[in-house]
């Protein structure tokens, strides 16, 4: 293995029959912390080259009424979704068990951003009644995140104690059933802090405390199932509802999978939990590799080009960066008013990052950070998603916004820490210390994370 001038390591990778007679790989010094993301991410590289053609991916969702319906046939069902509830058709799994004759669906539970996905991040989302599906729509993320007993065993009595003769709440006399089961049907997106994992949770021990069953029915991790980076997860200093338990930021995991993970390892109360899981999925794929159609799980994720950048680009919300939400690009784009974008982008290209090509950007926000104002920056353009790793490529980026702008950059501590899981990042990036360094602490915990998830794990 030869080193060249920007500290790559050059090699020839062997022993792969499908693969062309030699292949060369410039290894950036980032990518020997851990090792096992590099060798997971190479290897699925070459394994998606190979592999091009296999049976199509098959949604916890079909797999339900193809061949588990005995789960919820003859019950009252609540259901948690949204948008992306999708099966393969497009067709909505609200409008599926509405016109399923065996199953009885009584209410519908919305995450952040509501059932419908038109709530912006952050926003308090209300309790109304459908007049579409004519059903009851309770927000876990407005009067409650974690459902009270009474969301599910009491729905007329529930609704009627938050304003229900308002038209948008009435209820009609057939509402008065209790949940039997409680199914999950969300679109994750592989990081901590996306809120729809930390609902899952929650259900699932308002469900275990009132003795309702809960059924996820599992979706493909859009970043691949075998890439695990960033910092643990300090619990329970660190404990909220943008990271509850100890996980790392980019965990590798589907929902289901984390459900197996969360019901055994950090519940008191244990839900009676079922997974439904996929079938065909592997866990080296991309979302683009199943021959799904991308549906936005929340407004600013449209699209897995920004899904890809989100594990690290969320972090900037926790500074006085825009992460460029008031644009088409959201987490693709960033910068500030103060920044220059030109210059901006030679230093971050002058890195050599693995994976990413920065290029110069001026945007002006219709909302959220310096909205109405004209801001530098870049664009974050992913060259090689097997070579890029998002939370690197994030810290390098503030340690040069740091190093051009100085004191303009602010990094807001609390919310800063908990994104990050733990206050050590800020206090490293604080201190100037080297990103390959603040990365090389990771390791210990990811490789313990590594070893904590196996016996969870559904797909190979």
């Given amino acids: 293995m030869n080193t060249d001038g920007h500290g790559f390591k050059t090699a020839k990778l062997v022993g792969c029959p499908e693969c062309p007679a030699s292949v060369s790989i410039r290894v950036h010094p980032w990518l020997k912390f851990p090792t096992l993301l590099l060798t997971a991410l190479t290897l699925a590289s070459f394994n998606s080259m190979a592999n091009t053609n296999h049976p199509p991916v098959k949604l916890g969702v079909e797999v339900l009424f193809e061949k588990k319906l005995d789960l919820i046939k003859g019950k009252r069902v609540g259901l948690i979704t949204n948008p992306t509830g999708l099966d393969r058709n497009l067709d909505s799994i609200i409008d599926r068990f509405r016109n399923t004759p065996d199953v009885k669906l009584v209410a519908l539970y919305g995450p952040e951003h509501g059932v419908r996905g038109n709530a912006q991040a952050g926003e308090y989302v209300q309790f109304y009644f459908d007049e579409q599906f004519k059903l009851p729509v309770f927000s876990l993320y407005g009067q409650s995140r974690k459902p009270p007993s009474d969301m599910m065993t009491n729905i007329d009595e529930y609704m009627r104690t938050f304003d229900t003769h308002d038209k948008d709440k009435r209820l009609e006399g057939d509402m008065k059933q209790s949940v039997e089961v409680m199914v999950f049907d969300?679109?994750?997106?592989?990081?901590?802090?996306?809120?729809?994992?930390?609902?899952?949770?929650?259900?699932?021990?308002s469900c275990a405390e009132s003795g309702i069953p809960f059924i996820v029915l599992d979706r493909p991790n859009p970043i691949t199932g075998t890439a695990m980076d960033g910092s643990m997860l300090e619990y329970p200093k660190f404990s909220s509802f943008i990271g509850?338990?100890?996980?790392?930021?980019?965990?590798?995991?589907?929902?289901?999978?984390?459900?197996?993970?969360?019901?055994?390892?950090f519940l008191t109360n244990k839900a009676k939990l079922t997974v439904v899981p996929m079938e065909n999925w592997r866990r080296d794929e991309w979302f683009d590799d199943t021959g799904l159609a991308w549906v936005l799980p929340s407004p600013n994720l449209p699209t897995l080009e920004a899904t890809?950048?989100?594990?690290?680009?969320?972090?900037?919300?926790?500074?006085?960066?825009?992460?460029?939400?008031?644009?088409?690009?959201?987490?693709?784009?960033?910068?500030?008013?103060?920044?220059?974008?030109?210059?901006?982008?030679?230093?971050l290209n002058a890195l050599k990052i693995p994976g990413v090509k920065f290029r110069e950007l001026w945007f002006t926000p219709t909302f959220s950070k310096f909205k109405g104002e004209r801001c530098?920056?870049?664009?974050?353009?992913?060259?090689?998603?097997?070579?890029?790793?998002?939370?690197?490529?994030?810290?390098?980026?503030?340690?040069?916004?740091?190093?051009?702008?100085?004191?303009?950059?602010?990094?807001?501590?609390?919310?800063?820490?908990?994104?990050?899981?733990?206050?050590?990042?800020?206090?490293?990036?604080?201190?100037?210390?080297?990103?390959?360094?603040?990365?090389?602490?990771?390791?210990?915990?990811?490789?313990?994370?590594?070893?904590?998830?196996?016996?969870?794990?559904?797909?190979?």
């Fill in 186 to 205: 969300l679109q994750d997106v592989g990081t901590r802090v996306y809120t729809y994992i930390a609902t899952m949770a929650y259900a699932m021990q």
């Fill in 244 to 265: 509850l338990y100890p996980i790392p930021l980019q965990h590798g995991m589907t929902a289901g999978e984390l459900a197996l993970l969360f019901n055994d390892k």
């Fill in 308 to 347: 890809v950048v989100y594990p690290g680009q969320v972090i900037l919300e926790g500074t006085n960066l825009s992460e460029g939400r008031g644009t088409t690009k959201p987490f693709e784009s960033f910068g500030a008013p103060w920044i220059d974008g030109y210059t901006l982008a030679r230093e």
């Fill in 376 to 460: 530098g920056g870049c664009q974050v353009h992913v060259t090689d998603r097997a070579a890029y790793r998002s939370i690197p490529t994030t810290l390098a980026v503030l340690q040069t916004v740091k190093k051009l702008y100085g004191t303009k950059l602010e990094l807001h501590d609390r919310y800063f820490d908990k994104v990050m899981g733990t206050s050590s990042v800020r206090e490293a990036l604080m201190r100037d210390e080297p990103v390959e360094k603040i990365v090389a602490g990771w390791k210990p915990g990811l490789d313990e994370f590594a070893k904590l998830r196996q016996p969870y794990l559904l797909y190979r």
